[in-house]
T-cell receptor
């Protein structure tokens, strides 16, 4: 199974709503990622989880709250979003890349189909 | 400082033409990885290839080929005999810092019948 799934595919929410995006993978990967992608732009990294622990937070506003309940699941909790947060949210997973002279080479990331989020 | 440069914003070709997408990267690390991803209109990024800094051997996979040249810090991607299904945005990416990817700005390829 080389698939990363994301739900929902589309989400429309108001600025006062609370919603969650979900991501699941069954490739045995221990690194999972959230990206935000605006139209005609490359993906922007938001968070990285490694072995279910948050390892990178790219100064994302607190209205985005990630959670990694287990090695297969990754959630992104949304609260009090702004219209400018409307974007495609992509989840990805990979093997954990290690540092040092024997750095792991198997760190290509596999992406899910994304959730198109619209904030009204 | 921009780490991955894809100078071609958009390219249009007619089906069966060959097309090369350019990627220039910048890093001080001696160990790094380069990637190409395809993003069709549906939105999902599809992994195409990974290349590590110690392997400059060019690679061919069907109609796709990649030319990695450390001397010019380039990792170019050529599609031979392009097809309409190749229409997508293509991203080049660099990784040298743990699990962090640096994406280029992408090149939109339009293949017309």
């Amino acid at each position: 199974d080389t698939e990363v799934t994301q739900t929902p595919k589309h989400l429309v929410m108001g600025m006062t709503n609370k919603k969650s995006l979900k991501c699941e993978q069954h490739m045995g990967h221990r690194a999972m990622y959230w990206y935000k992608q605006k139209a005609k732009k490359p993906p922007e990294l938001m968070f990285v989880y490694s072995y279910e622990k948050l390892s990178i937070n790219e100064s994302v506003p607190s209205r985005f709250s990630p959670e990694c309940p287990n090695s297969s699941l990754l959630n992104l909790h949304l609260h009090a979003l702004q219209p400018e947060d409307s974007a495609l949210y992509l989840c990805a997973s990979s093997q954990v890349a290690t540092s040092g002279p024997k750095r792991s080479s198997y760190n290509e990331q596999f992406f899910g189909p994304g959730t198109r989020l619209t904030v009204l | 400082a921009q780490k991955v440069t894809q100078a071609q914003t958009e390219i249009s070709v007619v089906e069966k033409e060959d097309v090369t997408l350019d990627c220039v990267y910048e890093t001080r690390d001696t160990t790094y990885y380069l990637f190409w991803y395809k993003q069709p209109p549906s939105g999902e990024l599809v992994f195409l290839i990974r290349r590590n800094s110690f392997d400059e051997q060019n690679e061919i996979s069907g109609r796709y080929s990649w030319n990695f040249q450390k001397s010019t810090s380039s990792f170019n991607f050529t599609i031979t005999a392009s097809q309409v299904v190749d229409s997508a945005v293509y991203f080049c990416a660099l990784s040298y810092n743990f699990n962090k990817f640096y994406f280029g700005s992408g090149t939109k390829l339009n293949v017309k019948p």
